[in-house]
C-alpha cells in the first residue's frame, strides 16, 4: 500500500530497462546499444544476498518497461511480485529459465521439482559466469528488447549475432589457456565458479560454506587438502570479508587476488579470472 501511495502521474518511461545486477547491464547493452537505458539495482560494491531495494527504486522499477534477473538471487523474485503488484505492465525476464541450475553453497535457495513439490537446494546463482550460459541469456534479451521495440529486431539480431561471436571466442581462449595445466584446482573463498568450473573441467575448493566463514577445525583441513594440492593462490570476492583466504593463504605460503563477479565490464572480467586461474595452474 505505502509503495503504491508513492506512485505519481508521470507517464511510463518506456526505454528503461532495469536489471538486478551489474553484469546484465553489459549483456544487455551488447544488444541493446544505446536503444535503451540500462539501469542496475544493486550497487557494484553491495553483496546481493544482503540488498534490500528502496522503495524509491521499487517505484522507479515499477515506471520502466522492463525488468530482468537471474532469478536466482534471494531479493530477485520478491521484487518482482512487489512490481508487478503495482504495474503489471512491467515486463518480468528470469534469465535461469531453461537452464539446468547446480548445486551450490552459497545460501540461495532454489524450488524445483517436475512433481509439483517443494524441495530447497542450494545452488550456485552466478549463471552469468558461464559464457556459454550468457550466450543463452543474450537470446533470451534479443526477444524481449524486439518485443519491446519491434521496429528494431533485425538491429537486435545483428548485434547478437555480433556477440555471440565474441564469446564463441572467449570461450575457445578459456579453453586453450588451460592446455597446459599441471592441475585443474582452484582455491576461492565465496563459491562463485561453480558453472565456470564444470564448463572447463576444473575443480573449485570453497572455503566458505553455507555464506559462512570456516571453523578452526574446517580451516586446517583446508590448509592440509591446498598443501597436498600445490594451491598457493586463493581468489576472494571484494564483496566479502576476506580474512579466512587471507589465514590459510599465509599458512599454504601462497597469496590472495581479488576477483569480482558482480563486475559490469563482464568480458574484460572474464578475461581477468582465466588469466589469474590459468596462471595460477602453471
Known amino acids: 500500500m505505502l509503495m503504491a501511495g508513492c506512485r505519481t502521474t508521470q507517464p511510463a518511461r518506456d526505454n528503461v530497462v532495469y536489471v538486478s545486477i551489474a553484469p546484465l547491464k553489459y549483456i544487455v547493452e551488447q544488444i541493446a546499444d544505446t536503444s535503451i537505458k540500462v539501469r542496475v ?18 517505484k522507479e522499477l515499477s515506471d520502466a518497461v522492463a525488468y530482468i534477473a537471474t532469478g536466482l538471487i534471494d531479493f530477485e523474485k520478491p521484487l518482482k511480485e512487489s512490481v508487478m503488484a503495482i504495474s503489471p505492465s512491467v515486463e518480468y525476464l528470469d534469465l535461469s529459465q531453461g537452464i539446468k541450475v547446480l548445486e551450490g553453497t552459497c545460501s540461495h535457495v ?31 534479451i534479443t526477444i524481449l528488447l524486439s518485443e519491446i521495440n519491434p521496429a528494431l529486431e533485425t538491429f537486435y539480431t545483428a548485434r547478437l549475432d555480433e556477440f555471440t561471436t565474441e564469446i564463441d571466442s572467449l570461450d575457445k581462449a578459456i579453453r586453450h589457456s588451460f592446455e597446459s595445466a599441471k592441475h585443474r584446482f582452484f582455491a576461492i ?26 571453523s578452526v577445525e574446517k580451516m586446517k ?22 580474512a579466512s583466504a587471507v589465514t590459510i593463504a599465509r599458512e599454504i605460503g601462497g597469496n590472495v587476488v581479488e576477483f569480482d563477479p558482480l563486475a559490469e565490464e563482464w568480458f574484460e572480467n572474464m578475461n581477468y579470472l582465466t588469466g589469474v586461474l590459468s596462471g595460477s595452474m602453471q
Do not use: C, F
Not at 45 to 56: H, N
Not at 127 to 138: D, E, H, N
Not at 191 to 210: G, H, K, N, V, W
Open 41 to 58: 539495482l544493486v550497487p557494484e560494491t553491495t553483496s546481493p544476498e544482503t540488498y534490500e531495494p528502496t522503495v524509491r527504486q521499487i
Open 110 to 140: 532454489h524450488t524445483a521439482d517436475h512433481s509439483g513439490h517443494r524441495h530447497d537446494h542450494l545452488v550456485d546463482p552466478h549463471i552469468w559466469l558461464s559464457p556459454m550460459l550468457v550466450k543463452g541469456m543474450a537470446e533470451k
Open 189 to 214: 573463498a565465496h563459491p562463485s565458479l561453480t558453472y565456470y568450473a564444470r564448463d572447463y573441467s576444473l575443480e573449485q575448493i570453497p572455503i566458505e560454506a553455507d555464506g559462512k566463514e570456516p
Open 221 to 242: 583441513r583446508i590448509v592440509d587438502l591446498l598443501k597436498e594440492k600445490k594451491i598457493k593462490t586463493i581468489l576472494y570476492q571484494r564483496q566479502t570479508n576476506g
